[in-house]
């Protein structure tokens, strides 16, 4: 027996409302990912309130001159969102900002969650195996995706895969092996904190501080 959606007060759906449409970006970032935070939670607005709320964030994603505010509009659109609403937006956030590998992960998830040709679309528009891949896997079980362009090997992926690869991983979504065939996941993990935490103490540009990997907000 399924467990009923608990509702979001409407006290709190309207004050994150407000941070959203208040055009300061970190107030607007901080209620989308704590809009995500309780959706994976098993919250839900009701229903009359949902879809204002799905196309103020819509509008950011059009909009917005914030990467991260962007971000987590795909982010928070995946979860709440509706296909024929959204897919027309996050293919345009594909189009538009196809050279940041962080809008391309959270477009590519999204898509992935709310629409079923996401596959076509990418095929199409001709982004890499390996990134489309791993983004899926965010929301997709293992058993609907094509997992040949896999395992990702360290030594040839890009900072970028590693940290998609990562974030896989942390969310408990990972085939086995999904790094190299002869170890699990549990020790690449180790590994890959070991080596980033050299190379930080180096200032690499692999996995310094400045690196994409130090920044998950």
Same mark, same amino acid.
């Given at each position: 027996?399924?467990?009923?959606?608990?509702?979001?007060?409407?006290?709190?759906?309207?004050?994150?409302? #407000?941070?959203?449409?208040?055009?300061?970006?970190?107030?607007?970032?901080?209620?989308?990912?704590?809009?995500?935070?309780?959706?994976?939670?098993?919250?839900?607005?009701?229903?009359?309130?949902?879809?204002?709320?799905?196309?103020?964030?819509?509008?950011?994603?059009?909009?917005?001159?914030?990467?991260?505010?962007?971000?987590?509009?795909?982010?928070?659109? #995946?979860?709440?969102?509706?296909?024929?609403? @959204? =897919?027309? #937006?996050?293919?345009?956030?594909?189009?538009?900002?196809?050279?940041?590998?962080?809008?391309?992960?959270?477009?590519?998830?999204?898509?992935?969650?709310? @629409? =079923?040709? #996401?596959?076509?679309?990418?095929?199409?528009?001709?982004?890499?195996?390996?990134?489309?891949?791993?983004?899926?896997?965010?929301?997709?079980?293992?058993?609907?995706?094509?997992?040949?362009?896999?395992?990702?090997?360290?030594?040839?992926?890009?900072?970028?895969?590693? =940290?998609?690869?990562?974030?896989?991983?942390?969310?408990?979504?990972?085939?086995?092996?999904?790094?190299?065939?002869?170890?699990?996941?549990?020790?690449?993990?180790?590994?890959?904190?070991?080596?980033?935490?050299? @190379?930080?103490?180096?200032?690499?540009?692999?996995?310094?501080?400045?690196?994409?990997?130090?920044?998950?907000?």
């Amino acid at each position: 027996m399924s467990s009923l959606p608990r509702y979001i007060e409407r006290a709190v759906s309207g004050y994150l409302k #407000a941070q959203i449409e208040s055009g300061d970006p970190t107030r607007t970032k901080r209620a989308l990912q704590e809009i995500s935070k309780l959706y994976r939670g098993g919250w839900r607005f009701f229903q009359d309130v949902v879809r204002g709320i799905e196309l103020e964030i819509i509008g950011l994603l059009m909009s917005s001159n914030d990467a991260k505010v962007r971000r987590w509009a795909l982010n928070a659109l #995946a979860q709440l969102g509706r296909e024929d609403s @959204c =897919k027309a #937006a996050i293919l345009h956030a594909l189009q538009t900002y196809h050279t940041d590998p962080d809008i391309v992960a959270a477009a590519v998830a999204a898509l992935y969650r709310l @629409c =079923k040709t #996401a596959s076509t679309e990418l095929r199409r528009m001709g982004f890499d195996e390996q990134t489309v891949t791993l983004a899926a896997l965010q929301h997709i079980p293992v058993a609907r995706l094509d997992l040949s362009c896999l395992p990702l090997r360290v030594e040839h992926a890009n900072a970028e895969l590693i =940290k998609l690869g990562l974030i896989v991983i942390g969310l408990d979504r990972a085939p086995p092996n999904m790094f190299d065939p002869n170890y699990d996941n549990a020790a690449m993990v180790r590994a890959l904190v070991s080596v980033r935490k050299v @190379c930080e103490s180096l200032e690499s540009p692999v996995f310094g501080p400045q690196n994409h990997l130090a920044r998950l907000d």
